[in-house]
C-alpha cells in the first residue's frame, strides 16, 4: 500500500506513558500508585512482570529524545506520573519529581519536539484510592489541584495538554470487571468513577488555563459498536454499549449532557457538575484501536449488554481485529454526531502489537506493523477528505513496553527494546515512519 499524503503542517507524533517505560518506582521521591499495588498481587499480570525497571525511561529518557529527534516527529505525547508529584496524591510537589520533568521537558524541547502532556494515565497515587480513588467526588479536586502544580510548572513549554487518558479504561478496566489496577469488580456499579474523572477532566481544564496553558484537550478512546445481528435485541444491546464505553465520556465533553441510559448508575446530582464539565476544548484526542462486537444479553448476565468477538480478520499478538475503515467510519461518526461542538481533531492513539524481534542481522523487520499503520493512516485520510477537521496523528509507541496486565510480550513500539540489556533497536517501521514524515 502507499502511504497517503497530509498537509505541511499536519502534525506527527509519538506517545508513551510514565508507568509504562520509566521504570524507577521507589526513585525520586516517587510514592506508590494503584498500579505498583496491583503488579505486586499475585495472579494480575501475566507471568509476574512488574514495572520497576520497565524501559529504564528515567535514567535513559536522553537516548530515547534523541531516537525521537532521528525519527523526525514535531511531538511527543507523554505522560507525567502523580505519584512522582504528589507522592500521597495531595499537599506539596515532590522537588525531585518536577526537576525530572522538567529537565526531561527541557530536552524534548531542544530537540525541536513539542511536549504534549498528559496529566494521568491511570497511575493513581495509592493514597488516594485508599481514601476512594476515582469512587470519590475529593479525587476530581485533588486531581485539579495538582494539574494546577504541573501547569504552573510547565505551561510554558507545553503545545498540547490532556488531563485525563482514557477515562473509559479506568472505569470499565479497573472498577467494572478488575482487570486492570485497582482491580475492583463493580460492574455497572462503577459509573460514579466516570463522572468523577469527567469532573477531574472539567476542572483540570480550568486549573490549567489559569495556569497559563494553551491547546489543552483530551484522549477519549472510541470504539465502534458492532452489533452481532441485525436485530432490534442486539441494536437496542449495541446502543446501550456505545452509551456506555463512547457517549458517556464524549457527550458530558461537548454537549453538557450524559446518555439516558447511563443516568441511573451516576451519582444523585450529577447534572450540577455538567457545566463544570463542558469547557471549551481546542481539541479533542481520539485513541483509537478496533470495533467492539455485541450482542443482546443472555440468561443470567445482569449487564444489558453481551460482548462478541469480530471474527474473520487479522489479528494483533493484543487480540484486536484489524478494521482500519472502522477508524474512517468513526471520525466520520463523531463529525456528524457533535457537529459544532467537536474541535479539531487530534488522534492521540493508534498502534499495534505484533511478536517482534531481532533478526539474525540485528534488524528488527516488522511488515505487518508498516501495514497496520498504512491502512490506518489512509483512514485517517479518507475522513479528511470526507470534511473531518484531523490535524495529527500520534503512534503508540514510542518504545517496546509495560503492557498493563499483559506484561512486557505485547511490543507496540517503533523501537525494540531488549529488557534485560535496555537496548534500543528502531524497527523497520521506525524507518517507514521517519520517511511519512520526512520525505526525501
Known amino acids: ?42 495472579g494480575k499480570i501475566a507471568r509476574g512482570e512488574d514495572a ?39 499537599g506539596k510537589p515532590n522537588a525531585e519529581g518536577l526537576a525530572f520533568y522538567n529537565k526531561l521537558i527541557d530536552e524534548v524541547c531542544a530537540a525541536g519536539i513539542a511536549p504534549a502532556i498528559t496529566l494521568y494515565h491511570w497511575d493513581t497515587p495509592q493514597a488516594i484510592e485508599d481514601a476512594g480513588g476515582w469512587l470519590s ?24 495538554w490532556i488531563p485525563l487518558n482514557e477515562p473509559v479504561a479506568m472505569t ?26 469527567n469532573l477531574a477532566h472539567g476542572l483540570s481544564v480550568q486549573a490549567l488555563r489559569t495556569a497559563g496553558a494553551t491547546g489543552i484537550g483530551t484522549a477519549n478512546n ?5 452489533p452481532d445481528h441485525d436485530t432490534p435485541a442486539d441494536r437496542e444491546a449495541a446502543e446501550w454499549l456505545d452509551a456506555l464505553i463512547n457517549r458517556t465520556f464524549a457527550d458530558p465533553m461537548l454537549l453538557g449532557s450524559y446518555p439516558e441510559q447511563v443516568h441511573p448508575h451516576l451519582p444523585e446530582n450529577f447534572a450540577d457538575d455538567l457545566a463544570a464539565i463542558a469547557q471549551p476544548l481546542d481539541f479533542y484526542g481520539v485513541n483509537y484501536y478496533e470495533p467492539q462486537g455485541v450482542t443482546a444479553p443472555g440468561e443470567g448476565n445482569p449487564l444489558p449488554f453481551e460482548l462478541r468477538p469480530i471474527e474473520r480478520y487479522l489479528m494483533t499478538t493484543n487480540d484486536s481485529p484489524i478494521i482500519p475503515e472502522a477508524l474512517c467510519d468513526l471520525l466520520v461518526f463523531l463529525h456528524e454526531r457533535y457537529r459544532e461542538n467537536l474541535p479539531p481533531i487530534q488522534i492521540t492513539e ?88 520526512r520525505p526525501e
Open 137 to 160: 467526588r475529593d479525587t476530581a479536586f485533588r486531581f485539579a489541584d495538582y494539574a494546577t502544580i504541573v501547569g504552573e510548572h510547565f505551561a510554558d513549554r507545553a503545545k498540547l
Open 350 to 437: 493508534n498502534g499495534c502489537s505484533f511478536a517482534d524481534e531481532p533478526g539474525p542481522d540485528g534488524t528488527v523487520p516488522d511488515l505487518e506493523r508498516i501495514d497496520f499503520l498504512t491502512g490506518h493512516l489512509l483512514a485517517v485520510r479518507e475522513a479528511m477528505d470526507a470534511g473531518v477537521d484531523v490535524r495529527g496523528y500520534f503512534v503508540r509507541s514510542l518504545l517496546d513496553n509495560f503492557e498493563w496486565s499483559g506484561g512486557y510480550a505485547p511490543r507496540f513500539g517503533l523501537v525494540h527494546v531488549d529488557y534485560e540489556t535496555q537496548r534500543r533497536t528502531p524497527k523497520d517501521s521506525f524507518a517507514w515512519y521517519r520517511k511519512l514524515i
Open 172 to 197: 470499565i478496566y479497573g472498577y467494572g470487571i478488575g482487570e486492570y489496577a485497582p482491580g475492583q469488580f463493580l460492574l455497572l456499579d462503577a459509573l460514579p468513577t466516570a463522572h468523577h474523572q
Open 52 to 90: 520497576k525497571v520497565s524501559a529504564d525511561h528515567y535514567h535513559r529518557y536522553s537516548g530515547d529524545v534523541a531516537l525521537m529527534a532521528e525519527l523526525g516527529v514535531g511531538a511527543y505525547r507523554m505522560s507525567i506520573a502523580w505519584p512522582r508529584i504528589q507522592p500521597d496524591g495531595s
Open 222 to 226: 472510541h470504539s465502534p459498536i458492532w
Open 1 to 42: 500500500m502507499d502511504s497517503p499524503t497530509f498537509p505541511p503542517d499536519f502534525l506527527w507524533g509519538v506517545s508513551t506513558s510514565a508507568f509504562q517505560i520509566e521504570g524507577a518506582t521507589a526513585e525520586g521521591g516517587r510514592g506508590p500508585s494503584i498500579w505498583d499495588t496491583f503488579t505486586a498481587t499475585e
